[in-house]
Nanobody, 123 residues
């Protein structure tokens, strides 16, 4: 089972990035999906989640109104559109597949993880 995240990079404050996560070897069309991030010296934190159909989305308060999570089950991909980026958004960003159809906010809800993609926002 593999989840491959991409799209990270260096951007100035106020800019945008689009992260993508593609699953291989199996489909996650019946699973909730989530994005988490971890900054140096900090715990991994929930960023956004989406249920199996894409009909419900969830966001951390810190990113509401700026980030949008979406999914394309036909392409086995999940996307995180990040706008109005702030220096405090700087972190390794990870995509993960949930155990069930709903995307929880705790890392323990997600048994499948991809490698991170680094997002750096300069002031």
């Amino acid at each position: 089972v593999q989840l491959q995240a991409s799209g990270g990079g260096l951007v100035r404050a106020g800019g945008s990035l689009r992260l993508s996560c593609k699953a291989s070897r199996r489909t996650f069309s019946n699973n909730g999906m989530g994005w988490f991030r971890q900054a140096p010296g900090k715990e991994r934190e929930f960023v956004a989640g989406i249920n199996w159909s894409g009909g419900r989305t969830y966001y951390a308060d810190s990113v509401k109104g700026r980030f949008t999570i979406s999914r394309d089950n036909a392409k086995n991909t999940v996307t995180l559109q990040m706008n109005s980026l702030k220096p405090e958004d700087t972190a390794d960003h990870y995509c993960a597949a949930a155990r069930g159809a709903v995307a929880g906010s705790g890392p323990y809800d997600y048994p499948y993880w991809g490698r991170g993609t680094l997002v750096t926002v300069s002031s």
